[in-house]
C-alpha cells in the first residue's frame, strides 16, 4: 500500500474489507438471535433488547473490520467498541421508532453508521489527513447497504447489505488510509 502511485487504490484491502464487512454482519446478525431472548428473559426486552441485539451485531462486524484495518493504522484498537456502540444506538433507534422495513434498515444504517463512525473518526484522525470524509461515508454506505439490500429481502438481503456497505466504506477508507 505504501509504494502505489498517488491515484491507485488497494484493491486487496478493498475486497478484504468487503468480504469481513459482509461476513460480519451476517455472524452478527445471527449472533443477535441468541442475545434478545436472554436479555427479554432478564429485563422483558423493548429498547434495551433491541440496543443489546445491535450492539451484538455491531461487536462481530467492529471485530471483523478491526483485523481488516491496515497495519500502518495503530487506530485499530478501539475500532470494535466503537462499532458495537454505534450499532446497538441504531438498532434501538431504527425499530424503536416503528417504521417498518426497508425504511427503517435505512435509519438504522444511518444512526449506526454515524455514530459508530464519529468514534472511528475519533480513531482515525489522529493517523489519516481526510479523516472528516469518514463522517460521510460511513453512514451513508450502511445506509445505502442495508436499504438496498433489505429491500430486496430473500436469500441475497442480508448478504447483499453486507457487501455494498463492505464495499462503499472499503473504497472510501482504502482512499483516505492512502494519506496516513
Not at 3 to 30: E, K, Q
Request: with cysteine; net charge positive; glycine share 18%.
Amino acid at each position: 500500500m505504501l509504494n502505489r502511485p498517488a491515484h491507485s487504490l488497494d484493491w486487496n484491502f478493498i475486497i478484504n474489507w468487503t468480504l469481513v464487512s459482509l461476513v460480519g454482519l451476517l455472524l452478527g446478525t445471527t449472533a443477535k438471535g441468541f442475545i434478545y431472548p436472554l436479555v427479554f428473559a432478564m429485563v422483558g426486552g423493548g429498547m434495551l433488547g433491541q440496543a443489546a441485539e445491535g450492539a451484538a451485531i455491531g461487536l462481530v462486524i467492529g471485530l471483523a473490520q478491526q483485523l481488516a484495518l491496515p497495519p500502518h493504522l495503530p487506530c485499530r484498537t478501539g475500532w470494535w467498541l466503537t462499532t458495537s456502540f454505534g450499532w446497538a444506538i441504531g438498532w434501538s433507534v431504527g425499530w424503536g421508532l416503528g417504521w417498518q422495513p426497508p425504511a427503517n434498515f435505512v435509519l438504522i444504517g444511518l444512526i449506526a453508521g454515524l455514530v459508530a463512525g464519529l468514534g472511528q473518526w475519533l480513531l482515525l484522525r489522529r493517523q489519516v489527513k481526510w479523516a472528516g470524509w469518514w463522517l460521510v461515508v460511513s453512514p451513508l454506505a450502511w445506509a445505502g447497504g442495508l436499504g438496498l439490500g433489505l429491500a430486496v429481502g430473500g436469500a441475497f438481503g442480508w448478504p447483499l447489505a453486507g457487501g455494498l456497505a463492505g464495499l462503499l466504506s472499503g473504497l472510501a477508507l482504502a482512499r483516505v488510509a492512502r494519506q496516513a
